[in-house]
C-alpha cells in the first residue's frame, strides 16, 4: 500500500509507532553486548522511515507540543504537504505557538479539539470546518490523536474543492427544486415500496399540504381513498409498463381537475426497477376549450343541415368527403362521408379535370366563386369554395 493510499487512522497509527521508536528507543537494547552497531543501525532506518512516511503522505501532518498544561501548544514537527496546504513554511511555524502563527484555530474549533485530545487520549475527528484569517482561507477535514510522548499529531486535507463543488451541487440543486417547485404540473417520484422521494409543491398543494415536504410519506398516506384508484397503475409501472390516462379528480385542495397523467418506471443500470417518475398536468382548461369548440361546431353544422344548399366540406390533399349537409345527401341519395368526391359527385375515377383545389388552396381565407354544370346530377350549380381549418389541423376546403 503507498502512503498517500493510507486512511487516516492507519496513517495515525504508524506515524505514533514510528514517531514512538524514534523518541523512546528502549532501555534495555543499549545493555546487550555487541548489538551497539545493529541498534543504531535500526533506529536510522526507524528515523529514516519515519521522515520519509511524515514527508511524502498527500495528508498535512503537524505535531505539537502542549505547553503551559495544554494551555496552548506548540508546533513541532510540520510535513510538506501541510505547507502546501496552509501556505505556510516549515520554518514559519516551528517552534511557535499554534495560536500565534494560525490566529483562528479557536475560532473554528479546532483547538478545543486539540485540548480535549490531550486531556482524555482519546483519538478524536473534527469535521469539515472553515479556517479563515488575513493570509489562509480554506476548508479543512482534520483528526487529531495522542503520542505516547505527550505530543499530539493532526492529520488534515485540504477539502476546499471538495466544499466549493458540494455547494456548488447544492446551489444547482436548489435551483432545480425552485424550478420544478414553480411548474403548474403535478410531478411526483416513488420508490418500490411506495414510498414518496420527491414531490414538487404543485402536487404537494393540490393534496391539500402546499410547501410541505412529502418525502418518507407513501402514496396512500397521501393520497387515501383515490389511491384505490390508481394503485394497479403503480403496480403495472412498478412492473415496467409505461401507463398514461386522462381522468377527472377531485383534489383534498377543493378543485376538480381534468388531469393527463404518464408514469414512467425508472430502470437502473443493472436492469432493475428503482422506481416510478409521475407527470400530472392539469387540461381542464384545455378540457373547456376543447368542449366550447365541440360545441360550437357542432352549431355551425347545425345551420348547414339547415340550408337549402350543397355544403361539402373536403380534404384537398385526399380528396375524401368530410362533411355533407342534409341536402347534399339528398341530392346523392346517400351519406357519402369517407368517400372520395370525385366518384360521389362526378363518377370519376380519378380526380376530376375542371377540380379547382390548386386555386382555392392558393387564395388561401379568399373565396373562389365558379359555375358548373353537374352531368351526374343533371343541374347547373354556382359554387363558392374557400379554405378553412378543421379541428384536427388540417386545412381542406
Known amino acids: 500500500m503507498q502512503d498517500q493510499d493510507k486512511t487516516k487512522e492507519q496513517l495515525i497509527h504508524e506515524l505514533t509507532e514510528l514517531r514512538s521508536q524514534v523518541a523512546e528507543p528502549k532501555a534495555f537494547e543499549a545493555k546487550l553486548p555487541g548489538t551497539e552497531m545493529v541498534l543504531q543501525e535500526s533506529q536510522q532506518e526507524t528515523q529514516a522511515r519515519y521522515k520519509a512516511l511524515f514527508q511524502n503522505v498527500s495528508d498535512g501532518v503537524a505535531v505539537y507540543k502542549a505547553v503551559n498544561d495544554g494551555e496552548d501548544f506548540v508546533v513541532v514537527e510540520f510535513n510538506k504537504a501541510a505547507e502546501t496546504i496552509t501556505g505556510v513554511s516549515c520554518s514559519e511555524v516551528i517552534g511557535k505557538k499554534v495560536c500565534d502563527v494560525f490566529p483562528s484555530v479557536k475560532d473554528m474549533g479546532l483547538f478545543d479539539r486539540f485540548q480535549e485530545v ?7 475527528h473534527h469535521p469539515v470546518s472553515k479556517y479563515v484569517d488575513s493570509k489562509i482561507q480554506i476548508w479543512v477535514d482534520n483528526h487529531v490523536s495522542k503520542l505516547p510522548s505527550g505530543e499530539i499529531v493532526a492529520v488534515f486535507r485540504d477539502t476546499t474543492n471538495q466544499k466549493a463543488a458540494e455547494d456548488a451541487l447544492r446551489e444547482s440543486s436548489n435551483l432545480l427544486k425552485i424550478l420544478v417547485d414553480s411548474l403548474p404540473v403535478g410531478i411526483l417520484y416513488v420508490d418500490t415500496a411506495e414510498r414518496i422521494v420527491f414531490a414538487n409543491n404543485t402536487f404537494a398543494s393540490w393534496w391539500g399540504t402546499p410547501g410541505a415536504d412529502l418525502s418518507g410519506l407513501t402514496v396512500k398516506d397521501i393520497l387515501r381513498d383515490y389511491y384505490t384508484v390508481i394503485k394497479n397503475e403503480i403496480a403495472a409501472c412498478l412492473a415496467g409498463k409505461e401507463i398514461a390516462y386522462e381522468r377527472t379528480v377531485s383534489y383534498q385542495d377543493g378543485v376538480t381537475r381534468d388531469i393527463a397523467a404518464s408514469y414512467i418506471p425508472h430502470i437502473g443500470i443493472d436492469g432493475k426497477i ?33 340550408i337549402n344548399a350543397v355544403i361539402n366540406i373536403i380534404d384537398p390533399d385526399s380528396y375524401e368527403l368530410l362533411f355533407m349537409n342534409k341536402y347534399a345527401k339528398s341530392l346523392v341519395g346517400h351519406d357519402a362521408t369517407g368517400e372520395l368526391c370525385y366518384r360521389v359527385f362526378h363518377g370519376c375515377e380519378s380526380p376530376c379535370d375542371h377540380c379547382n383545389n390548386e386555386i382555392v388552396m392558393n387564395l388561401r381565407d379568399a373565396p373562389y366563386h365558379w359555375e358548373y354544370r353537374n352531368k351526374i346530377l343533371g343541374r347547373d350549380f354556382m359554387t363558392t369554395n374557400s379554405m378553412i381549418r378543421w379541428p384536427d389541423g388540417r386545412d381542406v376546403k
Do not use: H, N, Y
Open 274 to 306: 428503482r422506481g416510478v417518475a409521475c407527470l400530472i398536468m392539469d387540461i381542464s382548461q384545455l378540457k373547456r376549450t376543447q368542449k366550447d369548440l365541440q360545441f360550437e361546431r357542432e352549431q355551425l353544422f347545425s345551420i348547414f343541415e339547415a
Open 118 to 124: 490531550w486531556r482524555t487520549g482519546e483519538p478524536a
